[in-house]
């Protein structure tokens, strides 16, 4: 299974010298349009040299800069692809069943290699802080998995909210959200416009925001302070989220052991009430 661009990234951003980790930021940033600009371009925006930019994207296993181009073209039109196009290229002419559990299954294994144990320890350390409060919100299909995040987390800590309904509610819960809050939204392709404003408004008043998305990176990734890349592509019409659902069961399962006195506590006040 090839990797997207952002995948090579973060597996290999931490070998990267200074000037080129500044270029894959700067991609990241604004993935994939910076990457479709010039080399000069790019440079620019990066505030790096040109050799440096292409050092870069030789790091990422590309023999040039056109070529590098070339897949962020392919992801671009990946990203574009709406359900109606996918059912005209189903990608499969077997089973059912076999294809789609099978791609399902490559699905976790891929965005669980391009995760480390360090980044899933800081997001679940993040989480358990007392200090503020936590928000969770997702688009029209992955909002069931904030929901469900939300729904456990709020068991086990206080300050816990899963914001629903039209924008214009997320929008009035932005004077409740400041510095030591936390916002963890779901957004896959094709990326919900809504989330991306709320993502924006809360990063300006210094929200942390953890990003759930596919591997070819919702725009909010730009205001995110952890971005989680999820495989969801598989022979269907829809994508899957069960990938991101399992590292979301993964960090509620991280969080519950972090918070272990607290949250037997809690538990037991809990049921104490029912």
């Known amino acids: 299974m090839i ?15 200074a000037g080129e980790r500044r270029a894959a930021q700067t991609l990241i940033a604004n993935y994939p349009l910076t990457g479709l600009k010039t080399v000069a371009e790019f440079s620019a925006a990066a505030g790096v040299s040109s050799p ?8 990422l296993g590309f023999q040039n800069y056109p070529e590098f181009q070339s897949a962020l073209q392919d992801e671009l039109a990946a990203q574009l692809q709406s359900p109606a196009s996918r059912t005209l290229n189903p990608g499969s002419t077997g089973g059912a069943v076999s294809p789609m559990l099978e791609a399902t299954l490559d699905n976790l294994r891929e965005t669980f290699r391009h995760l480390t144990d360090k980044q899933l320890a800081d997001i679940a350390a993040r989480l ?3 200090r503020g409060k936590t928000f969770l919100i997702g688009g029209r299909f992955t909002d069931p998995l904030a929901r469900y995040m939300a729904a456990h987390l709020a068991i086990i800590q206080p300050d816990v909210y899963h914001l629903a309904g039209q924008e214009s509610i997320w929008r009035d819960r932005l004077i409740d959200m400041g510095r030591r809050d936390v916002l963890v939204i779901f957004d896959i392709r094709r990326y919900q416009e809504s989330l991306v404003r709320f993502a924006e408004k809360a990063h300006h008043r210094g929200v942390q925001i953890i990003l759930f998305t596919d591997q ?33 069961e993964t960090l509620i399962g991280a969080v519950t052991r972090q918070l272990e006195a607290a949250g037997a506590k809690r538990i037991r006040e809990l049921e104490s009430l029912r």
Do not use: K
């Open 3 to 17: 990797s997207s661009i952002a995948e090579l990234i973060s597996d290999r951003i931490g070998a990267m010298p």
């Open 52 to 59: 440096t930019i292409l050092r870069f994207v030789a790091r």
């Open 128 to 130: 358990a802080e007392r």
């Open 216 to 248: 070819w990176l919702s725009p909010i990734a730009r205001f995110a302070r952890h971005v989680i890349a999820g495989r969801t592509a598989v022979p269907s019409a829809w994508d899957s989220s069960a990938a991101l659902f399992v590292v979301a």
